[in-house]
């Protein structure tokens, strides 16, 4: 009997010589078999979406909120239909391949070869493990302090007893994290088929912002997820959701592997689930809410979700900012950010700002980019009285000295650790992008004493001077732009800015002609006037402003979403730029080592064509010894986005590009080649 030696791919070879009716389909084997040795595909698949995308989204889930309104089980019956679709067409392929190597096992048992039918058994087994390795989860944890019942038996005295009432599966892991926010996480021990490890996540500043009765309503909400009071049905597709959304993500990393037999499948499935699944991943909110409200009460549940939207604008608008803020000093990031948050929560905040935030989350509207509904629907689908939506006042003890006492703060120090390690590397960039506009700022400086600068140089200098200086400092800059300049919109909405700061009413004049002179800044215009009107008490005025934002917000959101994506379709055009703007530009280029030659184009835009748009094409290279070759390609772009004297919209990308026909669309645009 011939003994077999070849490796499996001359294996695969002499399988479809042997049978030729599967030449279609045995090579999937080979990739699928040989996983981490045969190269794949490479596809995009991710659940961003474009704009086309995003309008036949909104459109599909509208009709599927009618279709659960007035045909709720039809609509269950299509979801659930859905969603077992794709484990069919796992178990498909998985069968697929199995049976071509069977039929080839067969027919080569019949033919009396031993060793090729043991390669074959070889084969099903590595089949088997291939795809089990493709739709394995390895669920990646979030950070926090581990907590356990010694340190804190009333917490999980209180998680367990909420657990039994609701019919929940008991939390496997309790973390302490960071954040204002909690949650539980299901990892599926074995993939696709289950077998759940729960973890649940406590944010420590959440804690410290609610009083314990309004805390026990978030924890019944995060449990009720989880309920087996409720629908099971609903439960199941809430999991499922985020196994697919992993799976999305996570094929088109895969390199090496087999992916790509599924990720055609996925490409198709998963942005399909999603809008399927939507209504009643919504709709799961509501119902987490009801838990909230059976176990704490409706004002308490009213009063947590009031409280939490309060506070994460305060921390998005006002904390965290000015925490950041500190890096164009520091070198190193405050060793005591989460102290000091947790320190201004047991404070609390003005009467006025509570309210202020309050009327921001109370304008808020349900969109389609996130299940979690506005705050405004979720009082009134819980039946709370919207005429007694008011800041609810600080508690006298919160959630966090209730179950922590003494150890809050020990606890504290370590998040405080927790959170100066995480940032230390952004932080890094931060204050090294200060330094290098501290410098930008000099060399503007020495050569404003030498020669008039050009407009984009002044405005430059300006934005600079109020970044890194006192912002009434960059007054008389701005208006020196202006002199020359006065529709200048970005110099007209940042002297505006500093001007409202001061309580100055000029500075609605200039915010006004910025919103006017160009549409994307309508947007943060209306939100600084908003706010100038609220602190002014003048609330007619500010809900005008606030409306007209709302208005132009998500259109706004599509301008943004519009001008980050390129391809060799887009047309492009010369730039058009003064010859005197396009020197500035390269003498500045010209500073950096890695860059070798740049190229500016402008891009068509539909939404808003009168705003020009640019792209920076950058073509780097090899500096002897330089510190700029081990910079990545994310850096330069930072670096140049931040750093350039041009206050036109723009992106920088870099050449190559792994579109080649991109850049020869690029590199033919006459006059696109401005530095060299």
Not at 381 to 388: E, P
Not at 430 to 448: G, S, V
Not at 607 to 613: G, H, I, M, R, V
């Amino acid at each position: 009997m011939e003994l077999y030696h070849g490796n499996f791919q001359d294996l695969l070879g002499r399988i479809l010589w042997i049978a030729p009716s599967c030449k279609i389909l045995a090579p999937t084997i080979g990739f699928l078999l040989l996983y981490g040795l045969a190269p794949s595909q490479k596809g995009k698949l991710s659940m961003a979406m474009t704009i086309e995308q995003q309008e036949r989204f909104e459109t599909l889930v509208r009709q599927l909120e009618k279709d659960s309104r007035h045909h709720p089980t039809n609509y269950q019956i299509k979801v659930a239909l859905l969603a077992i679709l794709g484990y069919a067409y796992i178990l498909f392929v998985f069968l697929l391949l199995l049976g071509i190597i069977w039929g080839a096992r067969t027919f080569l048992v019949a033919a009396s070869s031993e060793a090729l039918t043991n390669q074959l058994n070889l084969m099903a087994i590595l089949v088997s493990l291939g795809v089990l390795r493709l739709f394995w989860i390895d669920t990646k944890i979030p950070k926090g302090l581990p907590l356990d019942r010694l340190h804190a038996p009333e917490l999980f005295a209180t998680i367990d007893r909420l657990a039994t009432i609701l019919q929940a599966p008991k939390c496997d892991r309790v973390f302490l994290t960071d954040e204002l926010n909690a949650g539980v996480l299901q990892s599926p021990r074995l993939g696709l088929l289950g077998w759940q490890q729960n973890y649940l996540f406590l944010g420590l500043p959440l804690m410290q912002a609610l009083s314990l009765q309004q805390f026990r309503a978030v924890l019944a909400h995060e449990l009720g997820h989880l309920s087996g009071n409720h629908s099971h049905f609903s439960n199941w597709i809430y999991r499922l959701r985020k196994i697919w959304f992993e799976l999305a993500e996570r094929f088109p990393e895969q390199e090496n592997s087999g992916s790509f037999l599924f990720q055609w499948f996925f490409h198709w499935y998963a942005p399909y689930f999603h809008a399927y699944s939507f209504v009643l991943v919504r709709a799961n909110e509501y119902e987490a809410d009801r838990c909230g409200v059976e176990l704490a009460g409706l004002k308490n549940e009213a009063q947590a979700d009031i409280n939490l939207a309060i506070y994460s604008y305060f921390l998005h608008k006002s904390f965290w900012p000015t925490i950041y803020q500190q890096a164009e000093q520091h070198a190193e990031p405050p060793s005591d950010a989460i102290t000091q948050l947790l320190q201004q929560l047991k404070i609390g905040l003005s009467p006025r700002e509570a309210a202020k935030w309050l009327d921001r989350a109370l304008a808020h509207r349900t969109d389609y980019e996130d299940t979690h509904p506005c705050l405004l629907d979720r009082l009134t689908a819980i039946g709370y009285d919207l005429d007694q939506i008011q800041p609810p006042e600080p508690p006298t003890q919160t959630a966090a000295e209730y179950f922590f006492g003494e150890l809050l703060w020990s606890f504290a120090d370590g998040l405080d650790r927790e959170w100066k390690n995480e940032v230390a590397g952004s932080w890094e960039k931060l204050y090294l992008r200060a330094q290098q506009q501290r410098r930008n700022l000099a060399a503007l400086d020495e050569k404003a004493q030498k020669r008039a600068l050009t407009v984009e140089e002044m405005w430059k200098r300006a934005c600079l001077t109020s970044t890194l200086q006192e912002a009434h400092k960059a007054i008389a800059l701005f208006q020196q732009v202006l002199e020359v300049e006065p529709n200048h919109p970005l110099a007209n909405y940042q002297l505006g800015k500093i001007l409202i700061e001061k309580n100055d009413f000029q500075g609605i004049n200039y915010l006004e002609k910025a919103i006017a002179t160009d549409p994307e800044l309508v947007v943060p215009g209306c939100d600084l006037l908003y706010d100038f009107y609220q602190n002014q008490g003048k609330i007619k005025q500010s809900k005008f402003y606030q409306q007209k934002g709302q208005k132009y917000y998500c259109l706004w959101k599509r301008t943004q979403q519009e001008r980050s994506r390129i391809s060799h379709e887009t047309p492009l055009f010369p730039h058009q730029l003064a010859d005197g703007e396009v020197r500035q530009l390269s003498e500045q280029l010209s500073t950096y080592p890695e860059i070798k030659k740049t190229y500016l184009v402008r891009q068509k835009v539909t939404l808003f064509p009168e705003k020009a748009f640019y792209i920076f094409a950058i073509v780097l290279q090899t500096v002897k010894g330089a510190e700029a070759n081990r910079k990545s390609h994310e850096e330069i772009i930072d670096r140049l986005e931040n750093d350039l004297n041009f206050s036109g919209n723009f992106r920088v990308i870099i050449l190559p590009n792994s579109n080649l026909k991109l850049e020869q669309a690029i590199c033919k645009i006459s006059g696109s080649c401005i530095y060299y």
